[in-house]
């Protein structure tokens, strides 16, 4: 099946620092995106991006399919943007998430 | 507009015991999946349901099964529950195949097994 590795698996920050996530994948894919789990348990969708560049604020995101990974940069980092970031793709014809395995991170005051 | 809506949020079940847990989809949405997360794990695909049947099953033992009524809502009953089925367990839903908006999560059950 579908590998997907996420690095770094842990990040401390200071505030106010900038950082580039990646999440490398093993095969083509259709469907991509980039999630927050909150302290809470919650996922909370960051972008929507099987390919192309996203900006939402101090979050963008780079997808290139062809080279099969993609790209989360967080900018003026806040203690906010603490948790495990995911990204998760889905394979042509399947109906399901294959999550990466998590960058990890902390954001210091 | 309301987003996914998952109860409860909480439970405590003991070894043996079946639950039954609940999903609303977003409205608009008419396609549940199921994810099971354990503590330090990513989420892990269950099952899809989509005109109320079931569409794609991970690789979950026949112990979870699931239903999907005609106003798109889902429920994932487990029985004979184990300790290592203590776990996050997420709902999320989409618009037909998901590939052209993705997934919207709701914000989970945590079920714990004593």
């Known amino acids: 099946g579908i590998q997907v590795e996420q690095s770094p698996p842990d990040l401390i920050l200071q505030e106010g620092a900038n950082s580039t996530l990646r999440c490398n994948f093993s095969?083509?894919?259709?469907?991509l995106q980039w999630f927050h789990q909150n302290p809470w348990g919650q996922l909370i969708n960051l972008f929507y991006?099987?390919?192309g560049t996203k900006q939402n604020g101090r979050l963008s995101a780079t997808t290139v399919a062809t080279e099969r990974y993609s790209l989360l940069y967080i900018s003026s980092s806040q203690t906010t943007d603490s948790g495990v970031y995911f990204c998760?793709?889905?394979?042509?014809?399947?109906?399901?998430?294959?999550f990466g395995t998590g960058t990890r991170l902390k954001v210091l005051a | 507009d309301a987003g996914v809506t998952q109860s409860p949020t909480h439970l405590i079940k003991t070894r043996g015991q079946q639950v039954t847990l609940r999903c609303s989809p977003k409205?608009?949405?008419?396609?549940v999946s199921w994810y099971q997360q354990a503590l330090g794990q990513g989420p892990q695909f269950i099952f899809q349901?989509?005109?109320?049947?079931?569409?794609q099953r991970g690789n979950f033992p026949d112990r979870f099964s699931g239903h999907q009524f005609p106003n798109y809502s889902s429920e994932l009953n487990v029985n004979a529950l184990l300790l290592g089925d203590s776990a996050l367990y997420l709902c999320?839903?989409?618009?037909?195949?998901?590939?052209?908006?993705?997934?919207?999560f709701g914000s989970g059950t945590r079920l714990t097994v004593v």
């Open positions: 999320a839903s989409s618009s037909g195949t998901g590939a052209l908006y993705g997934y919207t």
């Open positions: 409205s608009g949405h008419d396609t």
């Open positions: 349901y989509y005109e109320e049947e079931e569409r």
């Open positions: 998760a793709v889905e394979r042509p014809g399947t109906y399901k998430y294959i």
């Open positions: 095969d083509s894919v259709n469907n």
């Open positions: 991006i099987p390919s």
